[in-house]
């Protein structure tokens, strides 16, 4: 039987970590994923878990560790955000071009300056064309499932890929809900063994990781690293059907919410999506045809399902929890224009930035976005295509 508990994000992100048993965690705390590597590492201590945890001095170091760890054939996790990620940057791109499949519990929280311990996105994205698979979780069960699944992907010999499983800092983090875990057992037969095909510890085979590549080779690399991230397609989608099948849960790369018929939608990733559906049911109660699209998977980034799901939509909006800095969009609503224009599609779109540091969202403000799309449909007036929600105008 499954069992029901109340976690934190972090605490179900931890547990998903003990029964999945990796053999090496190197990890350094930075607010608000301090906890994982916490509560983890006192599993560690007591027993329940047999993985090496390193502390080590820095970030940068943590990553290090995790790229030795893995090249040397071991399963391999670490935890942080914002500015820690940032510490990493350049060994984000050595773990995804050495196609090692190391996890990273990802709690996004906003990139200093000015300094701000709060939740947005411009951590991840930074990241985000640095090779690595990003998976978002709209609340602390979907963190805890999403882990979980995370080596069965990138492990995957089609894939081989460094993988992110991104939460909300403080408000999944950190905040208390119901979620239902799996059994210990299921979980280790589920994600099972890794049996990694060349690594340095192999006996009786010369291995290199990390060469240099010339003119003639760095190309093919790259070539051969967006190959991993196209199949981990069909891969996400395959072990989400065995995730479904042992628990009921079923994960894809978005959900459609009201999505069907709608006139009006928002394109939207994470912890605000909750917010977003209640507005969406308020708007329904309306007579309004409201939905919204909430994006789990944006590496692989998947146009064309993307496309199909918004064929039918009069007015969009994709909401961005960054800024980007160009003036015309955020890092989602570039992935959403182009998937559209590549499918032949020519919705009016406008993208919104929200929620920077932490800034609250509510079911009025997401309300406004749609009656901005409605106005919008009536007087085929466009207006701002790039707007700030909830903004203090002073």
Wanted: charged share 25%; hydrophobic share 45%; with cysteine.
């Amino acid at each position: 039987m499954a069992v029901r508990e109340r976690l934190s994000g972090n605490e179900a992100v931890a547990i998903a970590i003990r029964q999945i048993n990796p053999d090496v965690m190197p990890a350094f705390p930075i607010t608000p994923s301090t906890e994982i590597p916490q509560y983890f590492s006192s599993y560690v201590a007591d027993g329940k878990a047999d993985t090496i945890f390193i502390p080590v001095e820095s970030e940068h170091s943590a990553m290090s560790a995790a790229i030795g760890a893995s090249a040397a054939g071991a399963r391999t996790l670490t935890a942080t955000s914002s500015c820690g990620m940032a510490l990493m940057w350049e060994l984000l791109y050595v773990a995804a071009s050495n196609r090692l499949p190391i996890a990273m519990a990802l709690v996004n929280r906003a990139l200093s300056g000015p300094i701000n311990i709060n939740c947005d996105h411009s951590d991840v994205m930074g990241a985000r064309d640095a090779g690595w698979l990003q998976v978002f979780a709209e609340n602390n069960q979907e963190a805890y499932d999403n882990f979980v699944q995370a080596y069965r992907i990138a492990e995957h010999k089609d894939v081989r890929l460094p993988i992110m499983i991104c939460q909300y800092g403080f408000i999944t983090s950190h905040a208390v809900e119901n979620i239902e875990l799996i059994e210990d057992e299921k979980v280790k037969a589920f994600v099972g063994e890794y049996e990694p095909e060349d690594y340095l510890l192999k006996d009786g085979e010369s291995f290199h990781v990390g060469p240099y590549a010339v003119t003639n080779y760095y190309m093919e690399a790259k070539r051969a690293q967006a190959e991993g991230m196209k199949n981990a397609k069909r891969v996400i989608l395959e072990v989400a059907k065995e995730f479904e099948a042992m628990t009921g849960r079923s994960y894809g790369f978005f959900e459609e919410y009201r999505l069907a018929d709608a006139d009006y939608a928002i394109v939207i990733m994470g912890s605000a999506v909750g917010t977003a559906k209640d507005a969406v049911d308020r708007l329904r109660a309306q007579g309004v045809k409201a939905g919204l699209l909430k994006l789990r998977v944006f590496r692989p980034f998947p146009a064309e399902e993307l496309a199909a799901a918004l064929a039918h939509v009069r007015v969009l909006a994709c909401m961005d929890r960054t800024e980007s800095f160009n003036n015309e969009c955020g890092p989602l609503g570039a992935e959403v224009k182009s998937a559209l224009f590549d499918a032949g599609l020519a919705p009016k779109v406008i993208n919104y930035v929200y929620g920077l540091g932490g800034r609250d969202v509510t079911v009025e403000s997401i309300t406004s976005v749609y009656e901005d799309l409605i106005q919008i449909d009536k007087t085929k007036e466009m207006g701002a295509k790039y707007r700030y929600l909830s903004l203090r105008e002073e």
